[in-house]
């Protein structure tokens, strides 16, 4: 008994310990608007990264420089540097948006590259906290924790606290399934029930309409999956940018806009910010405007502020040029496509958690043509996890050919399962 719990109280530190460097990357509205919290949160930040890659880097250092997720991110952040130095930009601020996207991708494949499940729990975990602790303080405070106008709850103001939502639901499914395979479990019916109530307190129309498109993806990924891929759906999104963000042509989604939502075809004023940004995108195409002092730099003529583009594809072309914006699109393109092939495998083992996490990066594609987030880290979550299943799939279909069937279960165990 001394020895099992002695394995108990090692996994459970090891538990805190994943969950401790995993946290900080996952700024609240207190770590964000605090300045004490916000440079000490930062600085954390910085540490974990460097103390990872001293540790670590000799061990991993070939598997890095063959990773392909990560050469892409390399050059991804890259360009953005080229940008922010043509333009003269703010590197204190480039630093930080780094850190909090690509700097978490080089902390996952470092330290949870062989332990899926391990980065799982810690998600989880952080997830978790987050939503319980948001969910308690909407209840106690509905009109946020501030006095302003806008409200701000635990995870930030409202529309930029849904991809948090949508994330965590795509873990928490995911999580569910890798610990109990295909059963709904009471744990899990608490975590859906607190997403979906933070959801309908936020009452936001971007978020609401990415959880849609994400659930219903999910499902036609499932039922459909030779007819509508993830590259379908990539095409959709597409059209639907052009008619709405460079055409200013919402009226075929008129009856759901102003009928569901409650929304005006104006997107809240966001029309006029699309136009503008398109105008400057067209003046600076090359390089964008690089990490400025003040990220919000798109003047909306109606009320004289300076503002983000308030879409995701727009804003990372004036943050880095066309070349930002293909690099970007390759990343996810990448990611999706990797899963679709998932379906031509013999072992279906991976399609739920595959089709689920496709969902969730086409549920965040649809937010972003509405919204820009100012950092990037809930996409490369999504891109992450979407790896892991990519390259354990490449890997158990080379072997597979060479390998017994038991012996193929043992190596899916230990990948997916390994002990925390």
Not at 88 to 107: E, M, Q
Not at 108 to 132: H, M, Q, T, W
Not at 189 to 201: K, N, P
Request: overall charge positive; hydrophobic content about 50%; charged content about 15%.
């Amino acid at each position: 008994m001394v020895a099992v719990n002695g394995k108990e109280n090692k996994i459970s530190k090891e538990k805190i310990k994943k969950f401790l460097l995993v946290f900080p990357f996952f700024s609240n509205y207190y770590m964000t608007n605090i300045p004490l919290l916000y440079y000490i949160t930062l600085v954390i930040k910085v540490g974990i990264i460097i103390y990872m890659l001293i540790v670590y880097l000799r061990k991993y250092k070939k598997r890095l420089i063959r990773d392909e997720f990560l050469i892409l991110s390399v050059l991804y952040i890259s360009v953005l540097l080229v940008s922010t130095f043509v333009n003269h930009g703010n590197y204190v601020k480039y630093s930080g948006y780094v850190i909090s996207s690509v700097g978490f991708a080089f902390l996952v494949c470092i330290k949870f590259r062989d332990s899926y499940l391990g980065f799982l729990e810690a998600l989880y975990s952080v997830f978790r906290f987050n939503f319980v602790i948001d969910l308690s303080l909407l209840i106690i405070f509905p009109n946020g924790l501030t006095s302003d106008q806008t409200r701000y709850t635990f995870l930030g103001m409202d529309n930029p606290s849904m991809p948090w939502i949508l994330c965590g639901f795509v873990v928490f499914f995911l999580y569910n399934i890798l610990k109990n395979g295909k059963k709904i479990t009471p744990r899990l019916i608490f975590d859906l029930t607190v997403v979906l109530s933070i959801t309908i307190i936020l009452n936001s129309g971007t978020g609401i309409t990415g959880m849609m498109v994400c659930i219903i993806c999910i499902v036609l990924f499932t039922l459909v999956p030779r007819v509508f891929s993830f590259k379908v759906s990539f095409a959709l999104i597409l059209v639907v940018f052009v008619l709405i963000n460079v055409l200013n042509n919402a009226t075929f989604f008129a009856p759901y806009i102003e009928g569901v939502l409650g929304k005006d075809l104006t997107f809240t004023d966001r029309t006029q910010i699309w136009a503008t940004s398109i105008q400057m995108a067209r003046e600076n195409w090359k390089w964008g405007f690089g990490i400025q002092d003040n990220q919000r730099f798109v003047l909306a003529t109606s009320n004289m502020k300076y503002k983000m583009a308030h879409n995701e594809y727009l804003q990372t072309v004036l943050n880095g040029g066309v070349i930002y914006l293909f690099i970007f699109l390759t990343l996810i393109m990448r990611a999706g496509s990797g899963l679709d092939k998932i379906t031509k495998y013999n072992d279906k083992r991976e399609l739920l958690p595959a089709n689920i996490v496709k969902g969730g990066i086409v549920g965040l594609m649809t937010m972003f043509l509405a919204e820009a987030y100012g950092n990037q880290l809930i996409l490369f979550v999504l891109l992450i996890l979407a790896d892991y299943y990519i390259r354990s799939s490449k890997t158990r279909n080379s072997l597979s050919e060479n390998i017994k069937s038991k012996e193929l279960n043992q190596y899916y165990r230990r990948i997916f399962k390994a002990e925390l």
